[in-house]
């Protein structure tokens, strides 16, 4: 989906406030949505509130055809408010006394019942041994609303609401009070950013996004759930017994950065454990400081130890296309699971090619039907009207994607007097062919769809349609990276690796709105309780509920210690023994489509050793990438001390991340970052012993290679060397990325656990690196 991004003379203005200087008045005047950080200390004492005092100031702005008007005066945790006032006005904001910085309001995205079992999670595994699920954990989902009534939500057998819990359930004639229960126990929506006019201001969920994301999360078991014939099987949420908040912030046209602020103060007063956004923008990362989701994020993590996760975004395959990638966040790419929706199309020569379909209605019959290529006999891509009948009626029409929905042209082709459609893919990725058609059809990828064009100018070309519908198993390998997957390298911290991990999102089975159709045509008036959606939106919400469930087995775990589990125990290779593939090359993929892996659950319960991260290492990282005491504030919502930088980490590598990312300068630099690991095991008395997997072209040495573990030395550190060992760059560049790229790994184990840290390696000599 493409975000509609603000203009460069707003991002230009930023800057130049974060500089101290004045803001430049852009073309247009016209007013809009910013949001302004204030130094709260400074407050004078004449106010009774800091609304009264944020009011004062907004009304003493310069004239204007336009009534200044703030929208949210943002709650405790995060210093400040957002406004709709014009730039001009802005301008004049950024000068008065107690304002940190005005960042314009951007609008950014959404990304978008087979998994516990491919997870490995049943009641049986070694991770579910208690049954509690994430009980009483509580999972903030920001996003889209949810369904009312919707069984995911069903709180039988559940105990009390957790008396930890301050936030509320908002009501309205289309969310009424009963809608909230001890399952669902809150339901907040927040407008005023996107000033949704044409929506529904309650959290009744239209689009049906945040009813799949909150049921993947955290939704009650549901026997039988499926698809019509699609699926069938009891669908829950990774911690089926958690607790579930919603938090409304996207809308028709998408998800206002100064709303997803505002959810996420509101949520950290509330009291949520975890925080699951499937929400970004669809370009290149933005700095942190730029950014309304990191700056949220940091107070909801590292000051309120709240773990936040989200998704990498589905620009994918493309390299530097990860968003939400501040190292505070989760940052979940999306894989595959063993599961296809088939249907094959059989030619009257016998050779059958594998398709994908989610047809609901009745299948053709098993009998070889003339077979027609739409630009034959109309439009090629079966646009409303273009279609001839006379030549149409009776057949079986080969459509090629393109212009409008492919749902749209099986309605096409049923108008022409067609029985059945074949869709010829832009690309051979069927990642998210199979769609709810309402006429028999299926869709093939673009080298078999041109074997058929080619067949049909055989004399009497005829075929059949097979509905094999739900076909779980071995063959093709699993997981693969999904094309549309987001990757890295990190564009805003090329030595921070992202994205974190991979999780199942591709056609994954969760709850549905009532409101809309699963095809979303007008035309369409199925409605149905479970959708098979795709995305990182998808992916995403697995690991918030995996995070809540580590939250209750791990309550004094901090968020980067939770990330840490998972990230260390991610395993690499698919149920075939081989590297975990990449659907968009269909070959290996890298560290920079995967992150540190698949995440593995029943592992990451028990990680042997853990990576943490505290407030004043993270600080020491915004001042190692070069951020001023303004822009630290944004994070801190505090002033820092005058030499807060002064004895920073150097390089950001040195942020005690769970992974390496490694950027050398040229083929003869040398890197050297230090970790510390905390021993988390049974056995306080514990040694680990390294094993090194060096990058091709890279000398790796760790020291010390053994560290002994006991009751007084809990944590350990350790020094790790690259040196680039290549006189040249004989690897090549990377045709995606533009760099020259190597990939390997370290693994401590101490014969029971394997915590491994993935190595990227990027070189930047001769190679144009994306910056700011």
Not at 528 to 534: A, E, I, K, N, R
Request: hydrophobic share 35%; glycine share 8%; with cysteine.
């Amino acid at each position: 989906m493409a975000i509609s991004c603000v203009s460069i003379l707003p991002l230009l203005l930023f800057f130049l406030s974060l500089a101290s200087s004045s803001l430049s008045s852009p073309l247009s005047n016209n007013p809009q949505t910013f949001i302004v950080f204030m130094s709260k200390s400074d407050k004078p004492a004449l106010f009774s509130s800091h609304h009264h005092w944020y009011s004062s100031i907004i009304n003493s702005l310069p004239p204007s055809t336009h009534s200044p008007k703030i929208l949210y005066t943002y709650p405790q945790a995060i210093s400040g408010f957002s406004a709709h006032i014009t730039p001009d006005q802005a301008e004049a904001l950024s000068r008065v006394s107690g304002v940190i910085s005005v960042i314009p309001d951007q609008i950014n995205q959404l990304h978008t019942t087979r998994t516990p079992q491919f997870l490995g999670l049943s009641s049986e595994s070694d991770f579910w041994l208690d049954g509690d699920f994430g009980e009483d954990i509580i999972i903030g989902v920001l996003d889209t609303g949810v369904w009312p009534g919707h069984p995911s939500f069903s709180d039988d057998g559940m105990s009390d609401v957790p008396a930890s819990w301050k936030g509320s359930c908002e009501t309205s004639d289309d969310f009424p009070s009963y809608v909230c229960n001890k399952k669902l126990i809150g339901a907040r929506a927040f407008y005023h950013g996107y000033n949704a006019s044409k929506d529904s201001h309650s959290p009744k969920d239209t689009q049906g996004h945040g009813t799949h994301t909150a049921s993947t999360a955290g939704g009650s078991l549901v026997k039988n759930a499926s698809f019509y014939q699609y699926a069938k099987g009891d669908a829950r949420g990774m911690a089926s017994k958690a607790r579930i908040a919603v938090y409304k912030i996207c809308w028709s046209g998408g998800c206002s950065g100064s709303d997803i602020l505002a959810a996420f103060g509101q949520a950290i007063e509330d009291g949520v454990h975890v925080i699951s956004l499937s929400v970004g923008s669809t370009g290149k990362a933005s700095p942190y400081y730029w950014d309304t989701t990191a700056i949220g994020a940091y107070v909801a993590s590292v000051q309120y130890g709240i773990t936040v996760s989200c998704s990498a975004g589905n620009s994918g395959p493309g390299a530097y296309t990860a968003v939400n990638v501040a190292p505070w966040i989760l940052t979940v790419g999306a894989s595959t699971i063993d599961r296809q929706f088939r249907a094959d199309v059989v030619l009257g020569d016998g050779r059958t090619f594998h398709g994908a379909s989610l047809y609901t209605g009745e299948p053709l019959p098993d009998k070889f039907i003339p077979l027609v290529y739409a630009g034959d006999v109309g439009s090629s891509v079966c646009t409303a009207g273009s279609l001839d009948s006379s030549k149409v009626k009776g057949k079986i029409v080969l459509c090629d994607n393109g212009v409008i929905q492919r749902p749209e042209k099986g309605i096409e082709v049923k108008r022409a007097g067609g029985v059945g459609m074949i869709v010829r893919n832009y690309q051979d990725d069927l990642t998210l062919a199979a769609e709810a058609y309402l006429t028999p059809a299926t869709t093939l990828g673009l080298t078999d769809g041109t074997s058929i064009r080619y067949y049909i100018f055989s004399n009497s070309p005829t075929a059949k349609i097979v509905f094999r519908g739900t076909v779980i198993g071995d063959s093709p390998p699993s997981p693969k990276v999904a094309s549309f997957s987001s990757r890295g390298p990190n564009y805003v911290t090329a030595e921070i690796l992202k994205p974190d991990v991979i999780a199942p999102g591709v056609m994954i089975l969760a709850g549905w709105t009532g409101a809309v159709s699963p095809s979303k045509m007008e035309n369409d008036d199925r409605r149905v309780q479970f959708w098979p959606d795709s995305g990182t939106s998808m992916s995403c919400p697995h690991v918030s509920g995996l995070a809540a469930v580590l939250r209750k087995a791990h309550p004094n775990w901090s968020p980067a210690a939770i990330k840490s589990a998972l990230m260390t125990t991610a395993y690499n290779l698919d149920n075939s023994g081989a590297t975990i593939g990449d659907i968009a090359t269909g070959k290996a993929s890298t560290l920079f489509d995967r992150g540190a892996g698949h995440v593995d659950p029943n592992s990451a319960l028990d990680p042997g050793l853990i990576y943490d991260i505290d407030q004043d290492e993270y600080i020491s990282f915004l001042c190692a990438i070069g951020y001023t005491r303004k822009q630290i504030f944004l994070f801190t919502q505090v002033m820092p001390r005058e030499n807060i930088c002064d004895n920073n980490m150097g390089n950001p590598g040195n942020l005690n991340y769970p992974s390496f990312s490694v950027v050398f300068e040229d083929t003869s630099s040398v890197v050297t970052y230090k970790r510390t690991v905390k021993n988390v095991g049974s056995s306080a008395s514990v040694v680990y012993d390294v094993k090194v997997n060096a990058p091709a072209n890279v000398d790796v040495k760790v020291s010390p290679t053994r560290l002994v573990f006991s009751e007084e030395n809990k944590s350990l550190s350790y020094e790790i060397t690259f040196s680039s060992s290549t006189s040249s760059l004989s690897l090549g560049l990377d045709s995606a990325s533009n760099t020259a790229q190597s990939f390997g790994s370290i693994a401590w184990s101490d014969g029971i656990h394997t915590v491994t840290s993935p190595i990227a390696v990027l070189w930047k000599q001769g190679v144009s690196m994306a910056s700011f």
